[in-house]
């Protein structure tokens, strides 16, 4: 079975601090992608990222960072020096390469994020 | 990347009665999918919308209920039929060339039934 666990719920922290939203997947499939979104207040989902089973290469994209391990089914996602704009909630997503569904996704719970100024 | 115009934005329906929710997209499209969230929860898959074919349903959702029409590769509408106060949730359209590249989103519909 795919599973993606968020085990926070709710986060808050003070602005320009550093948070890190953790995401832990389940799946039989030697190949998937591992996805994150931000959902802020407005409602639309925003792409944030898209990593592949075979890339364990940590990512960097500003005050953005991913880290992904195979061996602890994880992919985690820092925000340094948060600042209130990033307050939303974050979805980790895990897709599969199987049946006819390419392309459809399993979404954690998700994190709600609140960056207090 | 793609851009998805989903139509209305949102909504407030009467019990009993049915919406379709369109969805649009500036290119020609693989794959589309239709989504629910409802309050407070996560994104649910409802179906795959395939073209020229009948869609293809989740466990849990069912054609009476979520009509679902793909008539080309880059439009494609959702109807929530019979709605009951259950069904308020948001609806979204996704898109996706395959699972080697992103899955875009619309901004959803906001759907509550009273």
């Known amino acids: 079975a795919q599973k993606v666990t968020q085990a926070q719920t709710e986060i808050s922290v003070v602005e320009k601090e550093d948070v890190t939203l953790d995401c832990v997947y389940e799946t039989r499939d030697t190949t998937y992608y591992l996805f994150w979104y931000k959902q802020p207040p407005s409602g639309e989902l925003v792409f944030l990222i898209r990593r592949n089973s075979f890339d364990e290469q940590n990512e960097i994209s500003g005050r953005y960072s991913w880290n992904f391990q195979k061996s602890t089914s994880s992919f985690n996602f820092t925000i340094t020096a948060s600042q209130v704009v990033d307050s939303a909630v974050y979805f980790c997503?895990?897709?599969?390469?199987?049946?006819?569904?390419?392309?459809?996704?399993?979404f954690g719970k998700g994190t709600k994020l609140s960056v207090k100024p | 990347s793609a851009v998805i115009s989903q139509k209305p934005s949102r909504d407030i329906c009467q019990r009993g009665t049915s919406l379709t929710i369109q969805c649009q997209v500036d290119?020609?499209?693989?794959?589309m999918f239709w989504y629910r969230q409802q309050p407070g929860q996560s994104l649910t898959l409802i179906a795959t919308?395939?073209?020229?074919?009948?869609?293809?349903?989740e466990s849990g959702f069912v054609i009476d209920k979520f009509p679902i029409s793909r008539p080309n590769l880059t439009f494609s509408t959702l109807t929530v039929s019979n709605m009951s106060p259950e069904d308020s949730s948001i609806y979204l359209c996704?898109?996706?060339?395959?699972?080697?590249?992103?899955?875009?989103f619309g901004q959803g519909t906001r759907l509550t039934v009273v």
């Open positions: 919308a395939n073209q020229g074919s009948e869609a293809t349903y």
């Open positions: 290119s020609q499209v693989t794959m």
């Open positions: 997503a895990l897709g599969a390469p199987y049946g006819g569904s390419q392309g459809n996704l399993i």
């Open positions: 996704s898109v996706s060339q395959g699972m080697n590249t992103e899955a875009f």
